[in-house]
């Protein structure tokens, strides 16, 4: 481009702001917009400001809906600007002059609005910066015009291979809005089975049931979507689906066979999220969340155990948590046979009674109260045992049984009461006859 071509360029724009700049309609367009972002302005910070959802930054533990309103009351005044210009563009349209200035006004905005749903709802820093490089730069195209020259120009690149044919556009348009699918589906499930979390009218199970049926329709929608996106024919997917149905049942029924248990174990509510639970095989652990496939299991000392659905129904299973938090223990120990055992028995019982996990007092029924009594008579002493009730598991931070065994060992020995050893009598028959061996 040369020195004549740029003169040229500068001299037909001048001309066209001249122009411009000398139509009325020009100045009729400049108020029309002033007005728009004036009353867009207005009206967003009064509804801000009035209502408390939109107003008042949200704690963490706030309800979903609560910090979705807020981020709306973001978003207002874009918002409400795009729609007023949208509608004085149609009216500018239907009194027969050109809206130039006001559509350029209005291609910003959208640019300015999408921007502000990112900064608004997208909180994952790689999410962000994909749909601030590559989704508003797509929008601008679209907003210019010039999205469909682009889209025509990627499918001229393609690659043949037998009957398939595929294309730059074909390939660009599922990367990226199955990557858009997939993140709002994700999103869409946090912020669901947020929402039913923390719906105080539910009971756990039957939360967690809606949670993961919404989890499993909101993953057909999405694989719906994408299939579309992908070009695939719905009608002719049915078809071969019906063809293969059995095979992939036998191949994952497993797979469906721990989310069908899933759905039964939070419908008869057998099993509920804070339930501590112990295996056949000795595992154990504190039930902290109900995937579609498995269970977690939290243990004391910081293992995650993830359980097959299916192993709740199919195995032996205690949960000791399940219908009362209370629970029965009991702690052995062995006394000489010379002690007092009745007046052992009462000074124990009342020295246990003092933990302050202990269930006792005197309004706590007979059965419940902390109890001693002899086990068995053994070969050095006597077998003793102490009988508690509790509530919640004794381990963890509930560690109640080794603080017994110490109150029990300092009670014994404050009564001077020691714990028997095994010890062995050797006899020694026909002592002068061994004498004489020597």
């Not at 009730?389 to 931070?397: L, T």
Request: net charge negative; aromatic share 10%; glycine share 8%.
């Amino acid at each position: 481009m040369d020195f004549t071509s740029i003169s040229t360029l500068i001299s037909d724009f001048l001309k066209l702001a001249e122009q411009a700049f000398g139509d009325t309609s020009t100045y009729i367009q400049l108020c029309v917009l002033a007005t728009i972002y004036s009353c867009s302005f207005g009206i967003a910070y009064k509804i801000r400001h009035s209502v408390g959802l939109t107003h008042n930054e949200p704690l963490d533990s706030a309800h979903p809906v609560r910090k979705l309103a807020y981020r709306v009351g973001g978003i207002l005044f874009p918002l409400l600007a795009i729609i007023l210009l949208q509608v004085s563009t149609k009216a500018g349209k239907s009194l027969e002059y050109t809206p130039w200035l006001i559509e350029t006004a209005l291609a910003i905005a959208i640019l300015l609005f999408f921007n502000s749903l990112i900064r608004a709802f997208v909180q994952h820093k790689f999410a962000a910066s994909l749909f601030r490089w590559v989704g508003q730069p797509i929008l601008l195209l679209h907003l210019l015009g010039l999205l469909p020259t682009v889209i025509v120009g990627l499918e001229e690149v393609s690659l043949t291979v037998g009957n398939v044919s595929v294309s730059a556009y074909g390939v660009f348009r599922v990367l990226i809005f199955g990557s858009f699918l997939f993140w709002l589906g994700r999103v869409s499930n946090n912020f669901g089975k947020a929402v039913i979390r923390k719906q105080t009218s539910l009971d756990i199970p039957t939360k967690e049931v809606f949670t993961k049926l919404f989890e499993v329709g909101l993953f057909c929608i999405v694989i719906l979507l994408l299939l579309n996106v992908m070009g695939v024919n719905l009608t002719t997917l049915a078809v071969f689906g019906g063809a293969v149905g059995v095979g992939l049942g036998l191949g994952l029924q497993s797979i469906a066979s721990n989310f069908i248990s899933g759905i039964i174990i939070l419908l008869d509510r057998s099993l509920t999220v804070g339930d501590f639970v112990e295996l056949d095989d000795g595992q154990k652990g504190f039930v902290r969340e109900f995937r579609m496939r498995y269970a977690v299991l939290e243990t004391y000392d910081g293992k995650d155990i993830l359980v097959p659905n299916e192993k709740f129904i199919s195995s032996l299973m205690i949960n000791w948590t399940h219908k009362d938090p209370k629970q029965r223990y009991r702690v052995d120990f062995s006394v000489p046979y010379a002690t007092d055992i009745r007046s052992m028995v009462e000074f124990i019982k009342e020295a246990v009674a003092t933990h302050p996990q202990v269930i006792s007092g005197l309004d706590v029924p007979f059965e419940e109260r902390p109890d001693c009594e002899i086990d068995s008579f053994g070969d050095s002493g006597v077998n003793m045992f102490v009988e508690f009730w509790m509530i919640g598991i004794d381990d963890g931070k509930n560690r109640v049984g080794g603080d017994l065994m110490l109150i029990i060992f300092e009670t014994l020995r404050a009564n001077g009461i020691e714990i028997p050893f095994p010890q062995r009598e050797v006899r020694i028959l026909n002592p002068d006859q061994q004498a004489n061996k020597y």
